[in-house]
């Protein structure tokens, strides 16, 4: 009985896969079909799957629009910065707690854990004092820095399950030889942990990318936009005829870097995960 239930279990879980497969992927396609559509065909009233004619002109326009080159170069450049830093810091903390003996680690990493219950818009108004005090609004400072104090409790946690679990005699071995902790850290513990470290580079990025509220907040001037902000303005400059062709557009090349980044980490996130602890 078995061997004749195994099969059908098989075809059920791939039916099942293929159909979250074609709901999840429904948005990317709505988002392309959209951007190739004429400004007729998207504020009709009935619904059009596939564009008619399908035309290059919203691509067109857009990459002819400097803002929109602009906040495309704002977003590259504030992503790759705090992205580097960020990721560095995370390293360096999580090695701290994992392979480093000092007074009070665990209780200052419980600390760490507990702010993950803190809500995030609880902190809006003081960070936006305290950054105002600075007088970094109106620059990338607040949305760059703060990361490259191990920003992301998360992120901490699963490369600190990740190096908890190198045996501690490779650290001796290169103590003997007379490395420091700095070596260690960069020359023995990160290349064991390149894939959960490609993991929370991707969550990172990703998280980054997209953000929306902090640049809004914080930016507050049309040349410092990233292109999350950018395509929400694109959605309120005209409320009586949305500009659907271009709006899509831009959201389309929004998402390609992410599709290219997830396509190429994919493996890397699977493996993440497991080395972490986090599965099995």
Do not use: C
Not at 157 to 172: G, T
Not at 191 to 212: E, Q
Request: glycine share 4%; net charge neutral; proline share 6%.
């Amino acid at each position: 009985m078995r061997e004749i239930f195994d099969p059908i279990k098989r075809i059920l879980l791939y039916i099942l896969l293929t159909a979250a497969t074609i709901l999840m992927s429904f948005p990317l396609f709505w988002m392309i079909s959209s951007s190739l559509k004429t400004l007729e065909e998207t504020n009709s009233a009935g619904i059009i799957w596939l564009p008619k004619a399908p035309t290059l002109d919203a691509y067109i326009g857009v990459f002819q629009n400097s803002d929109f080159l602009r906040s495309y170069f704002n977003t590259v450049f504030y992503t790759s910065l705090a992205l580097a830093g960020t990721l560095l810091s995370i390293a360096i903390v999580a090695y701290a707690f994992s392979r480093i003996k000092w007074p009070g680690r665990n209780l200052v990493f419980f600390i760490m854990l507990a702010t993950m219950m803190i809500p995030p818009q609880a902190l809006i108004v003081p960070q936006y004092v305290f950054f105002n005090k600075l007088n970094w609004i109106g620059t990338f400072n607040p949305i760059i820095i703060p990361g490259y104090f191990a920003g992301g409790a998360a992120m901490v946690f699963l490369l600190r399950q990740a190096m908890s679990q190198i045996p501690k005699e490779l650290d001796e071995s290169a103590f003997v030889d007379g490395a420091n902790h700095f070596q260690i850290f960069w020359e023995v513990v990160l290349p064991l942990v390149k894939a959960p470290l490609a993991t929370v580079a991707t969550f990172l990025f990703v998280g980054m990318w997209n953000n929306l509220l902090s640049p809004l907040m914080y930016l507050q001037t049309v040349d410092l936009y990233t292109l999350p902000v950018y395509v929400s303005t694109l959605y309120n400059i005209n409320l009586t005829v949305q500009q659907w062709p271009t709006i899509m557009t831009a959201a389309v090349l929004t998402t390609v870097p992410l599709i290219i980044v997830f396509f190429f980490a994919q493996r890397f996130i699977l493996d993440g995960v497991v080395v972490s602890g986090l599965k099995g």
